[in-house]
Structure formats: C-alpha cells, structure tokens
C-alpha cells in the first residue's frame, strides 16, 4: 500500500470523508486558497508588477495542483502520460514566475535588465517545449493499485537543472534582501521567505528527487499541499505585517471558508448528478469570491482616499484658522486707532466742525464698528474652535448688558427710521453666570442683525421668563423673513442669508459665534421666522442657581 493511500485512510476516517476524496478536498482547499490570496493582492494594487507577478504565481500553482491530481486519477496511460507533461510544464513555470517575483519584489515596476530577462525567457521557453516532448518523460508505467510512474528521460536532468537554479536563485535573492532590511520590513521578509523555501523544499523532495532518484511517486497526490505554507506565511505576513500594502482580510478569509464548505459538498456528492451540480455551484461561488474581493478592496481604498482627504482638509482648516486669526490681530489695531481719531475730531478735538462732516463721521464710525465686530468674530472663531478662549465667569444681570447693547444701536436705528424699542419687566429674574464681554458680543450680534435687514417697520429687544430656571432674549424685527431652508443652516460656519435682491451679505460667524458662545453657557439659541413676516432670533441661559456644577 501506497505511503499517500495510508495517509489518506487515516485522515478520511477522522473526518469522516470518503478515502478515494481526500487528494481532492487537498487540491480544492490549496486551489482556493491560492487563488483567493492571489486575488487579494492583485485587486490590492492593479498597477504593480509585484502583484501581477504574484497573481501569475498564484494561478500557476494552481494549475500545477489540479494537474498533479488528475495525472494519479485517470487509467489511460496515453491521457495521464500528457497529464505529466503538463505537471512538468507548469512546474517550469512556477520555477520562471518565483524567479521573476523575488528579482521585482517588492517594487511597483518590473526591475529585471532586458537582456537578462530575454536569456532567461529564452532557456525558460526551450524547456517548456521540451516538456511536451518524449525527451522528459517517454513514457507512463501504470501497475493494478499503484501510482502511476513516469519513464525517465534525459531531459529531466536540463529540466531539474532550470527549474532547482531558478527557485534558489530566487530564495538567494529574497535572503539578500532581507539581511539589507531591518525592524518592522525584515519581518514581511522573512515570512515570505519561509513560506516559499517551506513549500519548494517539499516540491523538490517529494516531485522530484524522491521520484528521480528513488523512483517514488507515493507522495505526488498530496502535492497540492505542498504549497499551503506559502500562502498560509504570506496571508500571516499581509495579516500581521501588512505585506504588499494589504491591509484588509476579513473578506478573504470568510470567502474561503465558504468555498472550501462548497467543495466538502462536491466530494461528499454520491451521484454523478450531484457532482455536476455541486461542482457548477462552487465554480460559481470561486468567481463570486474573487468578484467580492474585488469589490471590497475598492471599497477599502475609496475609505483610504476619504481619510486621507479629511486629514488634509483639517490641515487645510487648521491653516486657515492661523491665517484669519494673524490677519485679524493686524486689523484690529489700524481700525481701533480710527476709532479712536474719529471720536477725538466729532469731539472737536481738531476744532469746529459742520453737522454735515459731523455725520459722515458718525457714519465713518458706525462702518468701524462693524468692521470691529468682524474681526473680532473672526478673532473668536479660531480661538472657540482650538479651545484657546478664556472665559471669565461672572454672576450678571443680564437686563444691564442688555440695556447697554441697547443703547449702543439707537443711532443706526434712528438714521434708518426704525421703531427701536427695548421692554424689560420690572420683576425679571435675570441673574446669570456668563463671561459679561461674550454674552455682549451675542446680543450685539443678534440686534447688530436685526437692524442691518431691517429697512423698515420695527425692531423690539425684550427679555422673558419662559420658567422659573431660565431666562430668555428675544429680538423681534419686521425684516424680509427667513425660509425654512435657510433655518436650518443658519447657525452653520460661513453660511450666508440670501437677501431678497438675491445677493448674499454678512461672513457668516455672528451667529455660529452666537451658538457656540451660548452653549458655553449651557443655553441654547433658536429663531421663529417667516418670509415675509419677519423674525424673532431669541437665546436662553439657565438662572445662577440653576446652573449644575461640573465635575
């Protein structure tokens, strides 16, 4: 009896699978496996020509397998004898594509000088020929019960001579590199390293120095699993290591295990029917597979992209911040110094002026004030948003900063003809913990607003108690409206209302600055508005006592 034939009885009845099935359940699991991670690595990166060469591999040692298992399963000597050769062609291949793929590895262009290459394709293409010949193997000697054994020829000596060169000149090229690599690459290395020399030590044996020099052909049915450890120490280094750049697996391995459960059913299939069928349905689910790995690596890299455009657009962000808040550093001195020349001349400072010069300078400082306000919102956003604002909590009633923003706006409202009015109840609990200089600069915003897209009719400032733990600000204007698009994106950075002459005002802080600051104080801020009725922008912050501490 037959060392592979002991082997194959004592595994089958472990597992229960027929002992004729056991080389085939080898040859579709080392199959599947090869292609799936030849699959991998290929739809990993179509470009390189380390994984075009590494596909190439994959999908000729799955043809060595599939042939390596019919020639030991077909009884007519002239069929099995071609099977052989067909062994012998494509071992010459897996020599030639390992030698290709460690001179390129792991490179994105092909590295092997033309000359070389065309001297080693040209003694690479004479054996392949020589391998369909009798000058290989004459012949196939079949006994009742044993292996088949091919008749030796003088040409398996150039065979062996070409095949054995080109895998140890490919592991010798592999180690070089892996002694010039250290840390985490020396790693990926030397994993691929074990894998392939692993599975070539057992083709050499097994296939052809046992079969040469002993005239052993036992163990030849099992040769599909000679090429198990190298895809199962490279699948250990993509995993592990991220070798060739592969970073995904989850999809691969699941693919496997249910091709490999598709197959178990062809070889457990009692009917010539079933095979067929079963066979077509793992057919199938083998190109579903590769379809599917396909499919989630483009997924993968397109998150990849996404990620890596979002780590530049927060670059981009963050420079942006830096540069608004350098420029308004440098605006804000030049405008407080106009500032402060326009009040000395409307003070007479300079001497008599006319009321006329007296309002175009009243106008002037008016245009400075909003030109303060922008900078300074300019100034708060990138301070807000980095976590570099410092607030100075203070207990206030917030009707006196009312009153005094009030105040601050009769001017622009009264050249404008606007009714401005401010209603405070008597009785208003309005004691509440903010920064009084942010909590100023909200409702400065909010009126600043309501009077700019105001031109004409009312604008009211009131506060209400809408309960007993919070206190609310309200500016009720008789303006254009807002749509309820608008709404929605009103309290977004940059965002920008629409005016009813269709243009565009304002730079779209105020009120993300207003939303931000009043979540600061643990309050929130809203708006009621209809086009062509006005708007009512309000903010609520909760009562001093009412304010839960922080841990």
């Known amino acids: 009896m037959q060392t592979s034939e002991i082997i194959s009885i004592v595994l089958c009845r472990t597992m229960n699978i027929p002992a004729l099935n056991l080389d085939l359940l080898s040859v579709g699991i080392a199959v599947a496996a090869s292609l799936i991670l030849g699959s991998v690595v290929f739809f990993g990166n179509r470009k390189s020509a380390t994984n075009k060469l590494f596909l190439f591999l994959t999908i000729v040692n799955s043809f060595w397998s599939v042939f390596n298992y019919l020639a030991y399963h077909v009884t007519n000597p002239l069929i099995t004898l071609w099977i052989v050769r067909l062994v012998m062609f494509f071992a010459v291949l897996q020599a030639y594509s390992f030698l290709l793929l460690m001179y390129t590895f792991p490179k994105q262009s092909f590295q092997m000088p033309r000359k070389m290459f065309a001297a080693i394709s040209g003694l690479v293409l004479v054996v392949l020929v020589l391998t369909l010949t009798p000058y290989i193997f004459s012949g196939v000697e079949i006994r009742l019960g044993e292996v088949p054994r091919p008749i030796q020829a003088p040409g398996i000596i150039v065979f062996g001579l070409v095949a054995v060169s080109s895998v140890v000149g490919g592991i010798v090229i592999l180690a070089r590199r892996l002694f010039k690599t250290s840390g985490k690459e020396r790693r990926k290395f030397l994993y691929l390293l074990l894998g392939l020399i692993i599975m070539f030590l057992l083709i050499i044996t097994f296939n052809f120095l046992l079969v040469v020099l002993f005239s052993n052909s036992s163990f030849i049915p099992l040769s599909a699993l000679f090429t198990l450890p190298f895809v199962l120490f490279t699948s250990y280094a993509i995993v592990k290591h991220e070798l060739l750049d592969i970073k995904i697996i989850g999809t691969e391995v699941l693919t496997f295990v249910i091709i490999v459960v598709a197959f178990v059913e062809v070889i457990l299939s009692s009917t010539l029917g079933e095979v067929i069928f079963r066979s077509g349905v793992f057919i199938a689910l083998l190109v579903f597979g590769v379809l599917l790995i396909r499919s989630v690596v483009r997924e993968v890299k397109q998150r990849e992209k996404l990620q890596d455009l979002t780590i530049k657009l927060k670059e981009l962000d963050k420079q942006k911040n830096e540069f608004i808040s350098m420029a308004a550093h440098e605006l804000r001195a030049p405008m407080t110094a106009i500032k402060g020349y326009v009040s000395m001349v409307t003070q007479g400072d300079a001497g008599e002026i006319s009321e006329k010069a007296r309002g175009f300078l009243a106008d002037a400082n008016t245009i400075n004030d909003r030109l303060i306000r922008l900078v300074n919102n300019m100034l708060n956003v990138?301070?807000?948003?980095?976590?570099?604002?410092?607030?100075?909590?203070?207990?206030?009633?917030?009707?006196?900063?009312?009153?005094?923003?009030?105040?601050?706006?009769?001017?622009?409202?009264?050249?404008?003809?606007?009714?401005?009015?401010?209603?405070?109840?008597?009785?208003?609990?309005?004691?509440?913990?903010?920064?009084?200089?942010?909590?100023?600069?909200?409702?400065?915003?909010?009126?600043?607003?309501?009077?700019?897209?105001?031109?004409?009719?009312?604008?009211?400032?009131?506060?209400?108690?809408?309960?007993?733990?919070?206190?609310?600000?309200?500016?009720?204007?008789?303006?254009?409206?807002?749509?309820?698009?608008?709404?929605?994106k009103l309290f977004q950075k940059f965002y920008r209302i629409e005016t009813n002459v269709g243009k565009t005002t304002g730079t779209g802080l105020g009120l993300y600055i207003s939303r931000l600051l009043v979540e600061k104080f643990n309050g929130k801020i809203g708006l009621e508005s209809e086009l062509g009725k006005g708007s009512t922008f309000w903010f609520e912050v909760p009562l001093a006592i009412s304010i839960p501490k922080k841990n």
């Not at 009264?414 to 942010?438: A, C, F, Q, T």
């Not at 209400?464 to 709404?487: A, C, H, L, R």
Request: hydrophobic share 35%; proline share 4%; no cysteine.
């Open 382 to 488: 990138s301070r807000i948003e980095e976590g570099r604002m410092v607030f100075q909590l203070e207990t206030e009633e917030l009707s006196h900063v009312v009153r005094a923003v009030y105040s601050q706006f009769i001017p622009e409202a009264e050249r404008k003809g606007l009714d401005y009015s401010l209603k405070i109840p008597k009785h208003i609990r309005d004691k509440v913990s903010v920064d009084p200089d942010r909590i100023h600069e909200v409702i400065a915003n909010i009126i600043s607003n309501a009077i700019k897209y105001t031109d004409e009719g009312s604008v009211m400032v009131r506060l209400v108690q809408p309960n007993k733990e919070f206190v609310q600000f309200e500016v009720e204007d008789t303006g254009q409206g807002i749509s309820k698009e608008e709404q929605e």
